[in-house]
């Protein structure tokens, strides 16, 4: 009767002198790269804890005051592959502000603005959106494909409020008429994730692409999808997604929630 302890170890050998050659096989064949920019302008809310002036507050700004009051941004990604496997990363920075004026109706505190006062917010918000991951393509063919990934995403978000206020403000628990706040903070997190595309027949440059990814760490959920349409060209590619993206934080965290969501449209490049 033979060893099982010695049938195990020869399996063993017999794996790990087979691990070069398959990893020797997925790697076969010329560097693949892509690079990509894009515009994506998303609706974006949550829920932000300014203090002073002090207590919770939802906030919202939507696509139209990202288009009329963005200040800088940049939006890109690039991709590497040889063989089935790839590594990918992607930037996002915004830089955003607005000001609303002649404002008599919310709260501070939790108390009611009275009528006869009347106020000027400026609401400002810097973000950076970072992912890196590597991914090992499971499906690899003309028509379609479909890639496994992990890595990490980082983001680091600062909010900024100044007001300025007019009228009988003794009764509002404010340190002035005029005054700031800020918050921020950045969070790495591990996410898993799947991606690819099929094409809209078999000699259709017409295709439908697909990401999404789940992660947690620093966040206590953050998760990612987008879907759209694109077309291929001899160069690369054009594509129109939309693309949400979310994170949910602990309790007591500044920024409790946010969401990113909105179109995207963007062009690859590819040699």
Known sequence: MNNPVTGRARA???AASLLPAAAAADTQGDWEFGAA?????????????????GG?????????DILDNLQFTFQGSFDARKGRWGFLTDVIYMDLGKTQSGIRDGSI???????????????????WIWTAAGYYRLVDQQNSS????????????DQALSW??????????????????????????????????FALGQDSGWFI?????????????????????GYTFGWGELSGVWR????????????????????????????
């Open 244 to 271: 949400v993206l979310s994170y949910d934080q602990s309790s007591g965290h500044p920024i409790a929630d946010m969401e990113f969501s909105g179109p995207a449209i963007g062009a690859v490049f590819r040699w």
């Open 56 to 64: 919770d507050g939802d906030f919202t700004v939507g696509v139209g």
């Open 37 to 53: 920019i894009y515009g994506w302008f998303p609706d974006i809310s949550g829920k932000t804890t300014f203090a002073p002036p």
């Open 164 to 197: 300025r206020f007019s009228g009988e403000v003794g009764q509002l628990p404010l340190p002035g008429r005029n005054g700031s706040t800020s918050v921020g903070g950045s969070n790495w997190d591990a996410i898993l994730g799947l991606r690819g595309h």
């Open 146 to 157: 479909f890639d496994l990934l992990a890595g990490l995403r980082y983001i680091d978000v």
């Open 12 to 14: 063993a050998l017999l």
């Open 209 to 229: 692409p697909y990401y999404a990814d789940v992660g947690t760490g620093d966040s206590d959920l953050t998760w990612q999808a987008m879907a759209g349409v």
């Open 109 to 127: 505190g939790d108390i009611e603005l009275p009528i006869e006062v009347e106020g000027s917010l400026t609401f400002d918000m810097k973000s």
